[in-house]
């Protein structure tokens, strides 16, 4: 896959996301939520994602510990965190929220995601 860009990786995640609400509702249970995003990226011949999510895969490309706080996406207001899932299970995760709420998340801002001393955030402006 070429590399993506912020806007591609955004773009990407909200429509796939889009896509599964419309298709399995707002509430769907965690594994059907594998299922669609294994199957969505197969059927939009996206290839090799990471765990299937334009975010993670986004951060990977561009060298980021995308398990340390470094997603696009500001999930603190599911999470508690600025990460998607919670591996102590002791705070709300993506897992158990409603897809309009994950669709309502905001961006965060380059500056925020990558610091100031990351040469990724140069790269990543455009």
């Known amino acids: ?20 609400q419309k298709k399995l509702g707002n509430d769907p249970s965690f594994i059907a939520r594998l299922k669609f995003k294994e199957k969505w990226c ?8 990471d765990t299937n999510c ?7 490309q561009h060298k980021v510990d995308h398990l340390s706080c470094n997603c696009l ?5 599911l999470t508690g965190k600025n990460y998607c899932m919670n591996a102590n299970n002791d705070v709300y995760d993506y897992r158990d929220a409603p897809i ?11 500056k925020e995601v990558y610091g100031s001393n990351n040469e990724s955030e140069e790269e ?3």
């Open 1 to 20: 896959m070429e590399k993506l860009t912020k806007e591609k990786a955004l773009k990407f995640h909200r429509q796939m996301w889009s896509d599964m």
């Open 42 to 49: 197969d059927e939009n011949g996206f290839v090799n994602i």
């Open 54 to 60: 334009f975010l993670c895969e986004y951060s990977i």
């Open 73 to 77: 996406i500001d999930w603190k207001p």
């Open 100 to 110: 309009s709420e994950i669709l309502e998340l905001p961006e965060r801002k380059i």
């Open 124 to 126: 990543n402006v455009d």
